[in-house]
């Protein structure tokens, strides 16, 4: 069993049902694959809906798109992966958003996890499989 990560513009493109994203973790899910978003992609979303012109319809199509997501909390364990992770990244030079970060934490906390990204940035962060999965 793998675990799939949806990051904030992988897990919108999922809501939306874009670029194929919806249709792979469908796919993922009929393999016994679980698929979700970590909670602050969830606040990411949320942030995005409550900025736009159609507030109201966006959060019924989230709300809606939730039921068949996992939801992943950035706890103890992921807050102190989060720690070495900005470690690591800051050693190797290569520093990246806080949010991603916290979504490599999570993965990497959780285990047998790959992080479904578009986002290059990912892909900085030691032990950490990304995929896109986008057409």
């Given at each position: 069993?793998?675990?799939?990560?949806?990051?904030?513009?992988?897990?919108?493109?999922?809501?939306?049902?874009?670029?194929?994203?919806?249709?792979?973790?469908?796919?993922?899910?009929?393999?016994?694959?679980?698929?979700?978003?970590?909670?602050?992609?969830?606040?990411?979303?949320?942030?995005?809906?409550?900025?736009?012109?159609?507030?109201?319809?966006?959060?019924?199509?989230?709300?809606?798109?939730?039921?068949?997501?996992?939801?992943?909390?950035?706890?103890?364990?992921?807050?102190?992966?989060?720690?070495?992770?900005?470690?690591?990244?800051?050693r190797l030079g290569r520093p990246i958003g806080v949010v991603d970060m916290m979504i490599a934490a999570i993965a990497r906390t959780l285990?047998?996890?790959?992080?479904?990204?578009?986002?290059?940035?990912?892909?900085?962060?030691?032990?950490?499989?990304?995929?896109?999965?986008?057409?």
């Amino acid at each position: 069993m793998t675990r799939y990560l949806l990051d904030s513009s992988i897990a919108s493109d999922y809501i939306n049902r874009r670029h194929g994203v919806f249709e792979r973790a469908r796919l993922e899910v009929s393999k016994g694959n679980p698929i979700g978003i970590a909670l602050p992609v969830l606040a990411e979303l949320v942030a995005g809906i409550e900025h736009s012109q159609s507030r109201d319809r966006n959060l019924q199509i989230l709300t809606t798109a939730l039921a068949s997501l996992r939801l992943w909390p950035l706890d103890q364990a992921a807050s102190f992966e989060y720690g070495r992770i900005y470690a690591e990244l800051a050693r190797l030079g290569r520093p990246i958003g806080v949010v991603d970060m916290m979504i490599a934490a999570i993965a990497r906390t959780l285990g047998r996890c790959t992080v479904v990204s578009a986002d290059s940035d990912l892909s900085a962060v030691p032990g950490l499989t990304v995929e896109n999965w986008r057409k």
